[in-house]
């Protein structure tokens, strides 16, 4: 009898963590210098202007003094496994929390991010999230590890939920795991794997991309719709489905289709007939931009390229996805081929307009590079006798 074994891997051990920074924008991750860190790591932790709370779920703390402090972080110091890291926010050079890497298991690609406190201000921050992206990139894209794990008590409700945030998948509860502190501790365990980690790297830097915050520096779109819009999209590619045509031939599908969709699109436009879109189809300067799901279409964007004396030039128009399949990025890949042709063009910009009502779309056009400017939008209808 053959019983089933776990696919093959070609697979070579993967790389230890050096003792080496992490440099992001908004923060900067070091190795433990305890002579260095302790006295501001101390003020961040503890009363009057930290939060001792933070060490509710750890192993080790509050301390009595900044001096227990330093000793405890001097024994830390030389630690290879696990390795500490002290969190600088790179704005003051202030060193506002801490991390680890640990249970590093090269031969398997296994590793743990753990340890990890943050400062009252630095919680719910960019700079906090950027920490955790950089530790990630560092494990998957530098040192090659096929999984991320994450563990904390499984009371530790904050934790929980920053782990959900951060693209780890729940995998289960170890009752009666640990003792710390004197107290039982069940754990709850969550990872991420190298298949995982394409998807949630991209949502990370979308939402790290300083085009998704205003100019309060409120956050346009989640972490975690950026995650989920980021899986959409790979598991779209990966089948397939949804294809951005360029329109070639005027057929009756397609005069079907547009008059659909431009009945989504507005309740006064009339719907072009053939004549009318042989005309736009014929044109240099209109692009008719197609989302087809295998034999149907699903979404149209015009791009229109004109030259004028300052340049080649672009505009956006009549962007709808159909009812039935929004919600699956349809229309960011519809306008990202509409920038790709435009560059292919030789267009120095490209612009359109948006109503403040599409919430939905103008956290979008945010988040794929299209800053909003400071203009008047005029519209004159000519009078048809």
């Excluded at 979308?206 to 100019?215: H, P, Q, R, S």
């Excluded at 520096?217 to 397939?240: F, K, P």
């Excluded at 709808?320 to 919600?327: I, K, L, P």
Aim: glycine share 8%; aromatic share 8%.
């Amino acid at each position: 009898m053959t019983l089933p074994v776990g696919r093959a891997l070609e697979w070579t051990p993967a790389a230890a963590p050096p003792r080496s920074a992490l440099a992001g924008t908004r923060v900067l991750l070091e190795p433990l210098d305890a002579g260095r860190d302790a006295d501001a790591l101390y003020a961040a932790s503890h009363a009057p202007g930290g939060d001792p709370a933070i060490w509710t779920y750890l192993p080790d703390g509050p301390y009595a003094s900044a001096a227990q402090m330093r000793r405890a972080l001097q024994e830390r110091e030389g630690s290879s496994d696990p390795l500490f890291m002290t969190i600088v926010r790179r704005a003051d050079d202030r060193p506002l929390g801490a991390c680890a890497f640990m249970r590093i298991v090269p031969e398997h690609g296994v590793i743990e991010i753990g340890h990890i406190w943050f400062a009252a201000e630095l919680q719910r921050t960019a700079a906090a999230t950027e920490a955790i992206h950089l530790l990630a990139t560092r494990a998957f894209d530098e040192l090659g590890y096929r999984r991320l794990e994450w563990k904390c008590d499984a009371l530790n409700a904050r934790s929980r939920r920053a782990a959900a945030r951060f693209g780890f998948a729940y995998e289960g509860t170890f009752r009666d795991h640990m003792v710390v502190k004197g107290r039982n501790r069940d754990t709850a365990w969550y990872a991420m794997t190298r298949e995982d980690w394409p998807a949630v790297d991209a949502g990370f830097r979308a939402w790290l991309d300083e085009g998704n915050f205003d100019a309060a520096g409120r956050q346009r779109d989640t972490l975690g719709t950026l995650i989920a819009a980021a899986r959409r999209g790979a598991e779209v590619a990966a089948a397939g489905a949804i294809r951005i045509v360029e329109a070639d031939a005027v057929t009756p599908e397609l005069i079907a289709a547009v008059a659909g969709l431009v009945g989504e699109l507005s309740a006064s436009a009339a719907a072009p007939g053939a004549a009318e879109l042989e005309r736009i189809v014929a044109s240099p300067a209109s692009r008719l931009l197609l989302a087809r799901d295998g034999g149907r279409t699903i979404g149209m964007l015009t791009l229109a390229v004109f030259a004028i004396p300052t340049g080649v030039r672009a505009w956006i128009e009549d962007v709808v996805v159909s009812e039935q399949a929004r919600g699956r990025g349809v229309g960011e890949l519809l306008s990202r081929a509409a920038l790709e042709l435009a560059a292919q063009l030789g267009a120095r910009t490209v612009d359109l307009t948006s109503r403040p009502s599409r919430e939905a779309a103008n956290r979008l056009y945010a988040r794929i590079g299209f800053e909003r400017r400071e203009t008047n939008v005029y519209r004159y209808a000519p009078r048809r006798d």
